[in-house]
């Protein structure tokens, strides 16, 4: 049963602290995606990568936000430093990179900065 | 960009049937997602369509007309388990960005017994 995996699940921090979210795509999926959900503003795409490759992050604040991927396995989101604002779910979803591209979102990591 | 509606909350008998509606005002358009997501939970993919016309897909239906923006989910024979907000999305025309998702707000539907 084939899933995309998050850590941490949950993560409090107080402002001014680094956090780095980790997502582990579906093995074989060559699209990795980062969305931020709040009650606010709904889900927002922060950036995406395809091979490896980022091909958009026009969704992410730049100067506290980054997003690599390391390699094909492993894709972080990093904010440094996080503020209160930052405070959210943040999904990461993994696709084949077909013209379809059904998103397969994982569990999320709830972020609360204190 | 993409300006997308749907309505913010539903309420129907289990048993019943509800339609979710969604229109879209867009520079460019390649096809039309619903997810579902629980409270709590991430989405989880319902539904793809990219030419016009009904999708079925066991109890649930989906429906695309690309000349008026628009498109409903159907969901027929309501359980208690269909409570959870409904999510219409669409993507972008140009090859480079087809994965692009861009969300409405959902539609929290509600099934009471």
């Known amino acids: 049963d084939a899933r995309v995996t998050q850590t941490p699940r949950d993560k409090v921090t107080e402002m001014g602290q680094e956090v780095t979210m980790r997502c582990q795509p579906i093995l074989g999926h060559n699209t990795v995606f980062w969305y931020r959900q709040t009650m606010m503003q709904g889900l927002e795409l922060l950036a995406y990568f395809r091979n490896r490759a980022p091909l958009d992050d026009s969704g992410m604040p730049k100067d506290r936000f980054s997003a690599e991927m390391p390699d094909a396995t492993l894709a972080t989101l990093k904010i440094q430093p996080s503020e209160p604002r930052d405070s959210a779910v943040y999904f990461c979803?993994?696709?084949?990179?077909?013209?379809?591209?059904?998103?397969?979102f994982g569990p999320g990591t709830r972020l609360l900065v204190l | 960009g993409q300006n997308i509606d749907q309505p913010t909350e539903m309420t129907a008998t289990e048993g019943a049937i509800v339609q979710i509606n969604c229109t879209y005002q867009?520079?460019?358009?390649?096809?039309l997602f619903w997810y579902q997501q629980h409270a709590g939970e991430a989405p989880t993919f319902l539904s793809y369509?990219?030419?016009?016309g009904l999708e079925e897909k066991g109890r649930f239906s989906s429906f695309l007309s690309r000349s008026k923006g628009y498109s409903y989910l159907l969901l027929k024979e309501l359980q208690m388990k269909d409570s959870a907000s409904y999510l219409c999305?669409?993507?972008?025309?140009?090859?480079?960005?087809?994965?692009?998702?861009?969300f409405g707000a959902g539609t929290q539907v509600v099934v009471t017994p």
């Open positions: 999305a669409v993507t972008p025309q140009t090859t480079d960005s087809w994965g692009k998702l861009q």
């Open positions: 979803a993994s696709g084949s990179g077909d013209t379809q591209e059904t998103q397969y």
């Open positions: 369509n990219v030419l016009d």
């Open positions: 867009t520079s460019g358009f390649n096809g």
